[in-house]
């Protein structure tokens, strides 16, 4: 339900070197068509991270006592085409790593989230249309002429792209879930203490990129079909084009501004783990881009306008419901609907608000003809109510990416591998040792068929006399079919449970 109020109005003037590469041609880019990089999605990231159970998770499953906050180092001269593009972000938001290529995990998971805003060809890959059920097309931007061709110059964002559904797992991204998987893999796996902190880096690197992705899904034209949206001239120069309502996140929140994310949305069945898709759309319209799409306008998607005609309250009977582009939202008509009077004698408009109280819009009835717009006040109580939303499913995604975990536990006897909360299907388990300089060799592999949450997955004999530490690394599906990593590390000896 809808309704309307006056308001005045607001004025504001690794997988190795493949994917190294990635960030770099990533970052190198100019921002185009997503929430703003270096402030909104790295506040979002931010906050998707401290409201999830990574912080335990790096602790328990990666063997980095101080989780989030666990200095991990990838050598600048193993990356040095990576480093040239972090050391030109802003050193003071905590994404950039010192000289010696020091951070925390939580920076590096942030940089990736900052670095995979989109390049020309990747940009269109950040929308999706849950009506449609496709990506970015150019419905909206017939008409635009030398503004559209000023944005394609400069490399802000194609016409078309994939669907950021299918993105994530298109094998031409190069921050994408295969990436994601090799560098956790090798984050366990690597026999060097160095190695691994590297690999980690990186794995929290592509987490954070896939994290972008999901986040724009909160962008109502990145849901709504709208490139239109993205060709706002916001600034003297002709070339500086995008979107506004996304400028206006920006300067309203910056990154430390950015509001704290609600609980995460994992779903029902927590055990198996929400698949990745559904957090973007789901057959109950549960997903992100569903939520978003199916609440708000964006500046192309506006109803159409309507003349009134002599008879008002019947044009908003009839031909009101005609000029929606989408069937939601709505705004009400009949005789019981909009102020018509109010929207033709205040040049600012009236509000459209939806039950919460929230602006959807704006509208007015200039020479008998009712047209909408969304000014900066509406766009920035929007963007108030949306942004702790899009937290709440970027959390969720996290802990979906990061849910397999492994126990390790012993009487004296064998160790005890222990499944965590999520029911393991069909896989393989890898077991290391590391001696005391940290060099990690692999003990044995054990074929997995399935194992239920809380219970043993395997015992494990034969680990050397001098070991100071056992991992174990799950490589297969859950219960479910859905792919899995899962991991966990001890001190050896491995203390009772």
């Known amino acids: ?3 309307i109020k006056s308001r005045p109005r607001f004025r504001t003037s690794l997988r190795g070197a493949a994917l190294i590469a990635g960030v770099v041609v990533a970052a190198s880019a100019r921002p185009g068509a997503a929430w703003e990089a270096a402030t909104t999605h790295a506040g979002l990231t931010e906050q998707a991270a401290l409201a999830s159970t990574l912080h335990e998770r790096l602790r328990a499953q990666f063997g980095h006592p101080e989780g989030l906050f666990e200095t991990l180092t990838v050598p600048p001269e193993d990356a040095p085409e990576l480093f040239e593009v972090l050391r030109r972000l802003n050193p003071t938001h905590g994404y950039v790593p010192d000289a010696r290529g020091r951070m925390h995990a939580l920076g590096w998971l942030v940089a990736g989230s900052v670095v995979a805003d989109s390049p020309a060809e990747l940009a269109a890959n950040h929308f999706f249309d849950p009506a449609s059920g496709k990506g970015l097309s150019d419905r909206t931007i017939s008409g635009w002429g030398e503004r559209l061709n000023a944005l394609f110059r400069s490399g802000g964002i194609e016409r078309s792209g994939s669907a950021a559904p299918a993105w994530i797992d298109d094998p031409k991204n190069p921050m994408g879930m295969a990436g994601f998987r ?3 893999e090798k984050a366990i796996s690597a026999r060097t203490a160095g190695e691994r902190s590297r690999h980690l880096a990186a794995a929290l690197l592509a987490a954070g990129a896939l994290l972008h992705v999901l986040e724009d899904m909160g962008s109502p034209s990145h849901v709504r079909d709208d490139l239109g949206a993205h060709l706002d001239r916001l600034g ?14 920006a300067l309203a929140y910056g990154r430390l501004g950015v509001p704290a994310a609600a609980r995460p949305i994992i779903g029902e069945n927590a055990r198996g783990g929400r698949p990745l898709r559904d957090f973007f759309t789901a057959k109950d319209r549960s997903g992100l881009a569903d939520q978003t ?10 109803p159409r306008s309507i003349n009134l005609g002599g008879d008002p309250h019947a044009a908003l009977t009839e031909r009101l419901p005609a000029a ?6 709505a705004p009400p008509t009949g005789v019981r609907g909009l102020d018509l009077e109010g929207a033709a004698a205040d040049d600012n408009g009236v509000e459209l608000s939806d039950k919460r109280g929230v602006c959807l819009a704006r509208y007015r009835v200039i020479d008998n003809r009712l047209s909408w717009f969304i000014d900066d006040a509406c766009a920035l109580e929007q963007v108030g109510a949306i942004l702790p939303v899009v937290g709440s499913y970027a959390a969720g995604m996290l802990d979906t990416l ?29 077991i290391y040792w590391d001696d005391a300089t940290g060099v990690r060799t692999v003990l044995k592999q054990v074929t997995v068929e399935s194992t239920a949450a809380g219970q043993v997955v395997a015992a494990v004999t034969g680990v050397p006399a001098g070991a100071r530490r056992v991992s174990v690394l799950f490589d297969g599906t859950d219960a479910a079919s859905q792919l899995l990593l899962a991991a966990g590390t001890s001190a050896y000896p491995v203390p009772a449970r």
């Open 182 to 184: 090799d560098q956790y």
């Open 1 to 3: 339900m809808t309704t």
């Open 293 to 302: 799409s199916a609440s708000w306008f964006s500046a192309s998607t506006l």
């Open 402 to 430: 990061f849910r397999g975990s492994l126990s390790l536990e012993s009487e004296g006897g064998p160790v005890l591998v222990r499944a965590g909360a999520v029911d393991l299907g069909r896989g393989k388990l890898s």
């Open 324 to 329: 929606l582009v989408r069937p939601s939202p």
């Open 236 to 249: 003297p120069d002709a070339g500086d084009l995008g979107s506004r309502f996304e400028r206006v996140a």
